[in-house]
C-alpha cells in the first residue's frame, strides 16, 4: 500500500469522505470539528502522500486524529514510483527492472529480434543491448542501463563493462570482436571473445583494464570502420598496465562488410565448430605480435586537443543521494570539530551498505564504501559507530596505510614497508576501486590530513593538482567522493568561503554541505546547503547524535534555511557588534522597567551617560519591541516595554494596538558559543500616534 493510499484508507474508516478532485482528493480534517472539506491529500513526485488542512491544523495532529504516524506518509524503499527525470529538456522514465525497461521499447518499436545483456564483475546486469532488424535490411539499436533509482532507457554510463565480463577472468587468451553478435559467434565455436558496448565509436568509453596482462586476439570486421575500431583497441591494450599482448587476425575469405559471424556461417556445414576454433588459434598463433607504438609514433608531441561538442555524448548527472550527494564527483561536508562530521560519514556510509533509505525518503544504492580516516581510532570509535547505524561492514574497508618495496643494494636486501596514504597515491587509490568494483562511496576524514607534506592548503594551485587527478578517478569508476572539512576560525561573507585552506576545496566540489549546531537546541544539528553546481538547492535537515553508542537519528521534515542563511545569523548574534547590541539591550530594558519615560531623556541618558550611538540603541528599541507613544497629541514621544497584562493606563487609552508581531526566529549555530535570540521588532502602535521609524524621540 503507497502513503497515499494509507491516508486515504484512514480517512475513509474515520468517515471524513474523501473524494477524488483533480490530481488529488478533499476531505474533512480529522483534526477539527469540519463540516466543510478543508483538508486536500495529493501524491509528491516521490511517492509521498503530501496532507494540507486549509483551516491550519499540523500534519502530526491530522496524523494522530487517524492513527497515523508522519513517517507513515513517506514511501518505504520498496514503494518508491518510477520517476521522471528531465535531462536536456526531454523526459526520461526509470523503472524497476531491466525487462520493464525493454518491454517499454517493444511498446514502441515492437517485438526484438535480439538482445544481449552486460554484466559487472560479480555477474549482475547493467545493461542491455537490444535489436530490431528492418524490412529494408537495416538494424536499430536501443540500450538500456541500469542507474542508482532503477533502470533507463539510454547508454551505460563510462566506463562501461567489457561483454562477458565475469567470463573472461581466468582466461589467458581473449579474442576482441566488434558486436555482440559477433563476440556470441566466436563464443559458439569455443572461443573466449568480447566485444565493448555501442558501437565501434566509443571504445574509449570501456573498461579494457580487465585484460591487463592478457593474450589479446582482435579479429576486425572487413571494412573501414572494422579497421579503425581494431587500431584503436590495439593502442588502449597496449597502454594499460600491465600492457596486453596484442595480434590482429584478419579472417581469410570474408567479403566486404562481414565478419567472423559470417566466416563461421560459411564454413559451418564442412566443419564441426572444434574444427573451426583450431582454425582461428592456428591463425592466432601464426600471427605476429603488435608492437606498442613510442609516444612519437602515436600522437603528436606539441599542439591543441580539441573536441567538437557534436562529438561528446551528453549524459545524465548519476547520484549517490539524489540532489545532495554526486557519484563520480567530488563533495565537501563542512564543520567545526566536534560537530559530529565524522557521525555524519558512518551513517552515510551504512546506508549504502544496506540500502537503507536516506532520510528524505529517496532510494539508496547498495554497495561497498572505503573510508580513509586520520582522526578517529578504527576499533574503539569507527567500528562502533558502523554497528550502532546497523552498517554491513563485510561492505565498509578502511584503507590506512599504502605497501611499497625498497629497493636495497649489494649490502642490504629490499625490504617491504608500510606507509601512510596520502592522496598523492593515485595508483594505490585505483587499484582499491578495482579489487572493490561496486565501491559507491569513498570518505576522506579530515581532507587536510591527506594531502601530503609539500601541499599547501592554502594555495589553490597546490590543492587543485591533488584533488584533480581523484576527481578523474571518481569520473572513470563512478563512486562519490565525500571529502571532510574542518571550518575556519576568521570570518567570511559565505558559508562555503568558511572552508578551511584554499578556495580549490570548494571550487573543485560540485556538492557543499554544511553541518551546524541549532542555537536554540544544542542537541540538534542542521546539515545545510551551500553551492550545488548539478542541482537546484535542496532543503536542508534536521539530525540529532545519541544513544551508547552514539548514533545518527533524522528528523524528516525538511529545514528551510541554507548555509548563507544560517552564517548571517550567526554574524548577528555574535561579535562585537552584537556584544553592543546585547548591552544596548540590557541598558533601555533596566531604564523602562518601572514604566514608561520620554524618549528624549532615554536617547541623552544613552548618548552621553553611556557612550553609546543613536543606531545601537534604536536597534535595542526593536529588538525589545519596545513601544512608542504619545500621551497628549501633539506632544513628546514616550517608550515603554511592551505590556502583556495591558493594564497600563496610557495603553487602556489608545486600545492597546502595540506590540502585534512579535515573534522569535529560529537561527542555527555555526559553532560560537553564548547564542542569543534573535527577536523580530514590534509593529509598535497604529494609527496617527505612532511613531515614524526615523524619528528618534528627540525634538
Request: proline content about 7%; overall charge negative.
Amino acid at each position: 500500500m503507497s502513503p497515499t493510499e494509507r491516508i486515504l484508507s484512514a480517512l475513509v474508516e474515520r468517515e471524513c469522505n474523501p473524494r477524488q478532485n483533480g490530481k488529488g482528493w478533499t476531505a474533512c480534517c480529522p483534526a477539527h470539528d469540519d463540516r466543510r472539506p478543508s483538508l486536500s491529500v495529493s501524491e509528491g513526485d516521490d511517492g509521498r502522500a503530501l496532507v494540507r488542512c486549509h483551516a491550519g491544523c499540523a500534519t502530526d495532529a491530522i496524523c494522530a486524529a487517524v492513527g497515523l504516524r508522519v513517517v507513515d506518509l513517506m514511501p518505504t524503499a520498496d514503494s518508491l514510483p518510477p520517476k521522471p527525470i528531465k535531462t536536456n529538456g526531454k523526459p526520461a522514465t526509470t523503472y524497476e527492472t531491466a525487462n520493464e525497461t525493454v518491454a517499454a521499447l517493444e511498446r514502441k518499436h515492437g517485438s526484438r529480434s535480439a538482445q544481449w545483456i552486460y554484466r559487472d564483475a560479480q555477474g549482475d546486469p547493467v545493461g542491455v543491448v537490444v535489436r530490431w532488424d528492418l524490412p529494408d535490411g537495416k538494424k536499430d539499436i536501443r540500450p538500456v542501463s541500469k542507474h542508482a533509482d532503477g533502470w533507463r532507457i539510454g547508454g551505460m554510463t563510462a566506463p562501461r563493462p567489457l561483454y562477458d565480463l565475469p567470463g573472461l577472468a581466468g582466461a589467458e587468451r581473449v579474442y576482441v570482436v566488434e558486436g555482440e553478435k559477433s563476440a556470441d559467434a566466436a563464443r559458439s565455436i569455443g572461443l573466449t571473445a568480447t566485444t565493448s558496448a555501442h558501437g565501434s565509436q566509443s571504445p574509449d568509453k570501456t573498461d579494457w583494464t580487465p585484460l591487463a596482462g592478457k593474450q589479446c586476439v582482435i579479429l576486425p570486421d572487413n571494412d573501414e570502420p572494422g579497421s579503425k575500431y581494431s587500431s584503436a583497441v590495439a593502442a588502449i591494450l597496449g597502454k594499460l598496465t600491465p600492457p596486453a599482448t596484442v595480434k590482429i587476425v584478419e579472417l581469410p575469405g570474408l567479403a566486404a562488410h562481414e565478419d567472423i559471424w559470417n566466416w563461421i556461417d560459411a564454413h559451418s556445414d564442412a566443419a564441426e565448430p572444434a574444427e573451426l576454433r583450431q582454425q582461428v588459434e592456428a591463425l592466432a598463433e601464426e600471427a605476429g605480435t603488435i608492437q606498442k607504438p613510442s609516444q612519437a609514433e602515436s600522437e603528436p608531441q606539441w599542439g591543441p586537443v580539441m573536441t567538437c561538442f557534436a562529438d561528446i555524448e551528453p549524459r545524465q548527472v548519476n547520484w549517490l543521494w539524489p540532489g545532495r550527494i554526486a557519484a563520480g564527483r567530488i563533495n565537501v561536508a563542512c564543520g567545526i570539530p566536534g560537530i559530529g562530521k565524522s557521525f555524519l560519514s558512518c551513517d552515510i556510509a551504512s546506508r549504502i551498505s544496506t540500502a537503507t533509505p536516506w532520510p528524505d525518503g529517496s532510494a539508496c544504492p547498495k554497495g561497498s564504501v572505503i573510508i580513509i580516516s586520520a582522526e578517529d581510532d578504527p576499533h574503539d570509535t569507527i567500528r562502533p559507530r558502523l554497528d550502532a547505524h546497523r552498517a554491513d561492514v563485510s561492505r565498509i574497508h578502511l584503507l590506512s596505510a599504502v605497501r611499497h618495496i625498497r629497493e636495497g643494494d649489494s649490502t642490504k636486501e629490499a625490504k617491504t614497508v608500510e606507509m601512510v596514504f596520502t592522496l598523492a597515491d593515485v595508483d594505490a587509490l585505483e587499484l582499491a576501486l578495482k579489487q572493490i568494483p561496486d565501491c559507491r562511496l569513498i570518505v576522506i576524514d579530515p581532507i587536510g590530513s591527506y594531502l601530503g607534506g609539500r601541499t599547501d592548503a592554502h594555495r589553490d594551485n597546490e590543492v587543485r593538482a591533488v584533488l584533480a587527478p581523484i576527481a578523474h578517478l571518481a569520473e572513470r569508476y563512478g563512486p562519490a567522493v565525500l571529502i571532510v572539512a574542518h571550518r575556519r576560525k576568521s570570518a567570511a561573507n559565505t558559508a562555503d568561503d568558511m572552508v578551511l585552506g584554499s578556495r580549490a576545496f570548494t571550487g573543485i566540489a560540485r556538492c557543499v554541505w554544511h553541518l551546524t549546531r541549532d542555537a536554540e537546541n544544542a542537541n540538534r544539528r542542521l546539515f545545510l546547503p551551500g553551492k550545488n553546481n548539478l542541482a537546484a538547492q535542496q532543503s536542508g535537515l534536521a539530525l540529532s547524535i545519541a544513544g551508547e553508542p552514539a548514533y545518527v537519528t533524522w528528523e524528516r521534515d525538511p529545514v528551510d534555511m541554507s548555509a548563507d542563511d544560517a552564517l548571517v545569523a550567526e554574524r548577528d548574534n555574535h561579535g562585537p557588534e552584537a556584544e553592543t547590541l546585547a548591552a544596548a539591550k540590557d541598558w533601555l530594558q533596566s531604564a523602562l522597567a518601572d514604566g514608561h519615560r520620554l524618549a528624549n531623556e532615554l536617547n541623552d541618558e544613552w548618548k552621553n551617560g553611556q557612550g553609546g550611538s543613536k543606531r545601537t540603541l534604536e536597534r535595542a528599541k526593536q529588538a525589545l519591541g519596545v513601544e512608542a507613544f504619545r500621551i497628549v497629541v501633539p506632544g513628546p514621544w514616550n517608550w515603554k516595554l511592551p505590556d502583556k497584562t495591558a493594564n497600563d493606563p496610557q495603553g487602556e487609552q489608545l486600545g492597546g494596538l502595540g506590540g502585534l508581531a512579535k515573534t522569535s526566529g529560529k537561527l542555527a549555530d555555526f559553532g560560537v558559543s553564548d547564542s542569543k535570540d534573535a527577536k523580530l521588532s514590534g509593529l509598535g502602535n497604529l494609527g496617527p500616534t505612532t511613531q515614524p521609524d526615523d524619528d528618534s524621540g528627540e525634538i
